[in-house]
Structures are given as C-alpha cells and as structure tokens.
C-alpha cells in the first residue's frame, strides 16, 4: 500500500463514523432539535516532471469534520480539522451558538427520513496504488520522455504528472443515519509544446481511474499528448461561416454540464436559468436520454448515497429528449414546493444513451464543418443560454480533417444547440460523472477573421 493510503488508513472508516456520531451526540447535548454532521480525511501523492527533472513531489494529508444544527428552522454550522473529541465538541457549540442568532429559514432542516439510504452495494471504489515516491517519479519521466522524443518539434514541456488519492467520507445525522465508504482516484498526465518555424501550440493528454491497472500507460500518455500537440502546428483563421460543429466527449461534456446547471436547484429557485420552468418540456432529439447512474461498479462518480445521506438511484434527467426532473438537494427541493432527486453534491455518473458510431463516423455524416478540440473563456451565460467561445481545432471537409485552425469563436444558443443535436457518438468518455460521447450540432456561427 501506497504511503499515501496508509495516512488514510490511521484514521478508518469506523473511527470516522465514531467522530460523526460523537458530533451529533454532542449537538443533542447542547440543545438542538436536530443535527447532521459529515467527516472525511483525504490523503494523496503527486508527482510532476519538467524536461527530465524532478518539478514537484506533494504529499497531501487532510482530515475534517463538520456539524450543521437546527433549532427549529434557525441554522447553524461550524468545521474543524481536529477529529478530537474535545476539538468536535468545541465546534459543536460553535455551531449551536451562531444558531441562536440566525434568523430562521422556512426551508431548513434535514432531509425527509423516508428518504435516506437504507442499504447500498459494494461500489468497487477503493483500489489502493502501492506507489512510493521514486515510482512516481519514474513514471512521470517515461511518460513526458515519450511525448518529448515522438519528435523534434517537440521543444518544450509542461511536464509529466502523476497523481494517486484516496478518500474516506462519513455522514450522520439525527434521524439516525450514518454511513461511510472510501475510494481511490488515480491518474497520469502530460502537456507539451511544439514549434515548427514561429508557430508554438501546446496540447495534452491524461488518463484517470479508480484502479491502477486500468490506467493507460505512461508511454500512451505522453505520445498522445505529443500526437495532439503536433496536429496542431500550421493552424489557420477561418473566415465567419455558419457550419456544423463536432464537439469531442471532453469537450461535450462541458456542454451537459451547462444544462446540469441550468436545472439544478438554485438556478431554478432563484429564476436565473435558460431551462426556467422546463421540466416535462422536449430539450433535446427523442433519441437522445440522459440518465444518472450512481452505483456503477467503479466508476468516476459512484457513491453509494448523496451528501445528505439520501437515497441514489438510476434515475433519467433527460429521458427521449424530454427534460424529466430538476437536479435538487433537500433544500432547493423545499424552495421549489418539490422533493429531492438525491443530488446533494451534484449528478453521480449522468451518461448520455443514444450515441451510435465512431468519431469517424460523425465527421463523415457532418461532411464539412468544424471539429473543436479546445475551448477558450467563460462565454456562458446561464441566464439567456447565450454560448460564445474562444476555441481552436480542425476545419472538415467531405467528412476528413484538412487543416488545423485557431483564434476562432463559436457562438450560439445553448437551447437551439441541444434542440440541433443531429448525431452522439458511441465513443463514451469515462474519465467524469459526465459520461458522454461526442456530439454533432446542427449549426453554429463560427467567427475569424
């Protein structure tokens, strides 16, 4: 086991549930109507090669509890990274006394009781990399050496990285439950610069997951970054057009995080999204279903509960193009007069159902258009769904790549562009709680030069 992992194990699951209690115990002590209380200690290595040498070597070690109180609906919350008993107790009174002075809100409280978790399976979620510094630090080498010797135009690096967490988390409450799990999330990287004449352009690659063994090499890593970072010498403006885009899966998940955000809980409750009121409307093409599926066996976003120790469950957020549920907690559930789905902490392996075919595949059915594979600014606003982005990637004709192009923008409007989804890729992209493929819209103005 990794030095990292072994941290982690001093304090384990039952100490941790131990500390949870004794929060809640504590809080009832004091006084108060109800309490929830949450831990968690988080333990990690990383390790970062720059042009051969040694730029970074990071342990992290860090441990937490926090206890949130309820007087009636008057709230109260304070944390500490003491897992003491006399340090919980200290925060506990914190937490009881700043209730005291709130003012109260109709919408506080815990979650419904008949809506916690009673039982869960075996995620697979914890898969320990018996990794010590030296290892590390080797690894990182070969994959930025692989990427730096792939050819002479590449003359510079970000450097070569490798990461190794692991992760225990706890929560309680005074409904009587209390639950914990742990897990491992591991992952290798690389970023790396070409010249050729004047021209430089930088590029990346990384590989995560929650078993060592499922991680790509160092050597894939590193000449796949290189790859994507010599495609992209000899780029060009394009003049303004309309045309399809190709969005890749790493990019197009930015895109399902946008509409994430803009049916979440407070977007809605606070009337500031483009989706405002949309549930039951058609947002996407019939074939096109988004469902959350957190008990996935070692996947990127299990958990066996939501952060307020709700019940998760496969459940569609989109399901035939209609737009099914909102993504609430307990608390904007309330706001809204509805109850929660569960996403205390947000969506837990929300996967895109209906892609068909290969990249190639799109790029033929697109025929000419552009393939973004970078993007650029915040140019989203979740009020309006207007969408403009710096972006660069590869101008497509009669469905191949001719010519690598930058310093453009691509514009439109997030409802028009999920409503012109022509096609989704089967090319499903793990490495999130997005899992998606690529995605193929319709139209959008592209502006250059």
Known sequence: MSDSAEVAKSVGLGELEEAV?????????????????????????????????????????????????YFGKRRGAANTSDLDPAAIREAAAHACELARHTQEDPHAGLPDA????????????????????????D?????????????????????????????????????????????????????????????????FWYTVARR??????????????????LARLGSERLDTRRVPVLFPPE?????????????????????????????GETVAPKWLSLVERPHLPGAMGSAPFDSEGVAVRENPLVEEGRLCRYVLDSYTARQLGLETTGNAGGVRNLELQGGEGTREDLLRQMGTGLMVTELMGQGINGVTGDY??????????????????????????????????????????????IRTGSLLIREMTVAGQ
């Open 388 to 433: 403009s982005r710096g972006a660069a990637g590869f101008w497509v004709e009669n469905g191949e790549i001719r010519q690598p192009v930058q310093e453009i923008t691509i514009a439109g409007n997030l409802r028009d562009m999920f409503a012109n989804i022509v096609a989704a890729g089967a090319d499903l992209d793990t490495r999130s709680n």
């Open 251 to 279: 990019l197009a998940r930015g895109l399902i995080g946008a509409l994430v955000g803009a049916v979440s809980g407070p977007a809605q409750y606070r009337e500031a999204s483009w989706l405002l009121g949309a549930a």
């Open 21 to 69: 209690q004794r929060a809640l115990d504590e809080a009832r002590r004091l006084g108060a109507d109800a309490a929830e209380s949450g831990a968690s200690v988080d333990s990690g290595l990383s390790v970062t090669v720059r042009m051969g040498e040694v730029e970074t070597l990071e342990y992290q070690n860090d441990r937490g509890i926090g206890i949130t109180v």
């Open 114 to 137: 008949e809506h916690l978790a009673r039982d869960w399976p075996d995620l697979d979620l914890c898969h320990p990399w018996q990794l010590p510094p030296d290892e590390a630090i």
């Open 139 to 203: 690894i990182a080498r070969r994959c930025e050496d692989a990427a730096r010797t792939l050819d002479e135009r590449i003359e510079n690096s970000d450097g070569g990285s490798v990461n190794s967490h692991h992760g225990l988390r706890a929560y309680g409450n005074s409904h009587g439950f209390l639950g914990s799990f742990e897990g491992n999330t591991h992952a290798i990287s690389c970023a790396v610069v070409g010249r050729q004449g004047e021209e430089m352009q930088r590029d």
């Open 212 to 229: 060592p063994d499922a991680l790509e090499s160092p050597e894939d890593v590193g000449r796949r970054a290189a790859e994507r970072t």
